[in-house]
């Protein structure tokens, strides 16, 4: 189960969200563990937000054996493409979209409009690399 908050409403939403990522990758991963293994359906709470809207509703998706299978294809070819641009030391642009996902500018969009020789040079100046220490948490 999931809760989503949204400023718009459409024929769409809901269908849309049986190509989500996130919730198709929530039930692959419910059915590793042994006595989840027979989940498929996923359950999205969708709370519409003012001022357009302010209703709720509640849907439930069903993940079949083969949207499982192509959604788990898709992140293996995605990983194999990540170590492949790590091995080039290349890492496309793929457009504007994800730099200005949820109305906010990407912290990162220092480095990535500089031309590419002078990159380093904003990291230096703009940034600091700090070592996320998971021993921690
Ligand atoms: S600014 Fe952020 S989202 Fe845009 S290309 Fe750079 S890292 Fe990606």
Not at 25 to 53: R, T
């Amino acid at each position: 189960m999931d809760h989503k908050t949204s400023t718009w409403e459409s024929q769409y939403l809901v269908p849309s969200y049986t190509l989500s990522n996130q919730f198709v990758g929530y039930v692959w991963a419910a059915q590793q563990i042994p006595e989840y293994s027979k989940v498929n359906n996923f359950i999205v709470d969708v709370l519409l937000m003012s001022p357009k809207n302010d209703s709720f509703f509640r849907s439930s998706l069903s993940m079949n054996e083969t949207i499982l299978a192509e959604w788990k294809r898709g992140i293996e070819v995605t990983c194999a493409q990540i170590l492949r641009m790590h091995y080039d030391n290349f890492y496309p642009m793929y457009g504007k979209d994800a730099c200005t996902s949820w109305n906010r500018l990407c912290p990162y969009f220092d480095i990535c409009s500089a031309s590419h020789g002078f990159r380093q040079t904003v990291m230096n100046a703009q940034y600091s690399k700090l070592v996320w220490d998971t021993a921690a948490r």
